[in-house]
């Protein structure tokens, strides 16, 4: 089995614009306006994926799928969206959800994406090994996850650890470090004169 590069990054404006992958996975869910990566994405390409769902060309609540260029407006030149439910009922359905989002990836040749995964049902599963479960069959050479990054490490690292996943890189984002200030620097913002 191949080796897998598992890329973490907090969700928003900054990480959907530094993305190098060539395909977005957006699970698109039924609430109006567009929320988590599919609002992201949908501001980044100007209402293109709400656009589409008003004028009823895609019909994500029937679990359509709607495959787009970004056209420049994304450094990712395909944005693939899938119909998702509001939130799985259980962790079996959020499996099936993940488990159909990794296979069609896998079926568009994707080498490299990016995408976030559904709200995990309440309760204590292990969502991790869930998604790598899914995942390993049909991983890419690398993949971009977009969410809470701390969260998101713990869970995977769990999981890879549970499922002996020694193929998985983690790689998680730097954290910014702020050390204290000397006394005798003025502060932020002060006129020096």
Do not use: N
Request: glycine share 8%; proline share 11%; hydrophobic share 45%.
């Amino acid at each position: 089995m191949a080796a897998l590069r598992l890329e973490l990054h907090d969700l928003g404006l900054p990480a959907l614009d530094a993305l190098d992958v060539d395909a977005l996975a957006v699970l698109v869910g039924p609430e109006r306006p567009l929320q988590g990566l599919a609002g992201f994405a949908d501001w980044r390409l100007c209402g293109l994926i709400s656009r589409a769902i008003r004028e009823e060309s895609y019909r994500p609540e029937t679990g359509e799928a709607l495959l787009r260029p970004s056209g420049g407006r994304l450094a990712v030149p395909r944005i693939f969206c899938f119909g998702a439910p509001a939130a799985p009922p259980d962790a079996a359905a959020w499996a099936t959800q993940v488990a159909h989002l990794c296979q069609a990836m896998h079926k568009a040749r994707s080498e490299s994406w990016a995408g976030a995964l559904p709200p995990f049902p309440a309760g204590e599963a292990p969502w991790g090994r869930l998604f790598l479960e899914a995942l390993l069959p049909v991983a890419p050479g690398r993949l971009v996850l977009l969410g809470d990054a701390r969260a998101l490490h713990r869970e995977l690292s769990q999981g890879r650890e549970a499922l002996r996943a020694t193929e998985v890189e983690l790689l998680a984002p730097v954290s910014r470090v702020e050390l204290p200030r000397p006394p005798g620097l003025p502060r932020p913002g002060a006129v020096v004169r």
